[in-house]
Nanobody, 115 residues
Framework: QVQLVESGGGLEQPGGSLRLSCAAS????????MGWHRQAPGKQRELVAS???????NSADSVKGRFTISRDGAKNTVYLQMNSLKPEDTAVYYC?????????WGQGTQVTVSS
């Protein structure tokens, strides 16, 4: 069983920055991939960014050039640096890991972008 604890969400103005963190209970070196999804009110959950065990990253077109995913193996943590935030980035952000044939999810953290 993998447990994920997210932090770093909150209220930010348009153009501002936030950094989300997701701390995993196990060694992230054993995970096939980690990443972030988000779900806005009335919309389906969508992939924001992901990073594989080999370090390959992927991100949604809507966040390319603004969001960066990274990880720290020593801290078993994956990060999502979000810059140039827009109101449409408002959503609950969920961390996930792929471990074996299972996917584990965090509890979600709210990000609100508003002036």
């Amino acid at each position: 069983q993998v447990q994920l604890v997210e932090s770093g969400g909150g209220l930010e103005q348009p153009g501002g920055s936030l950094r989300l963190s997701c701390a995993a209970s196990g060694s992230i070196g054993s995970f096939l991939a980690m990443g972030w999804h988000r779900q806005a009110p009335g919309k389906q959950r969508e992939l924001v960014a992901s990073i594989t065990n080999g370090g390959r990253t992927n991100s949604a077109d809507s966040v390319k050039g603004r969001f960066t995913i990274s990880r720290d193996g020593a801290k078993n943590t994956v990060y999502l640096q979000m810059n140039s935030l827009k109101p449409e980035d408002t959503a609950v952000y969920y961390c996930y890991v792929v471990y074996g044939s299972n996917i584990y999810w965090g509890q979600g953290t709210q990000v609100t972008v508003s002036s």
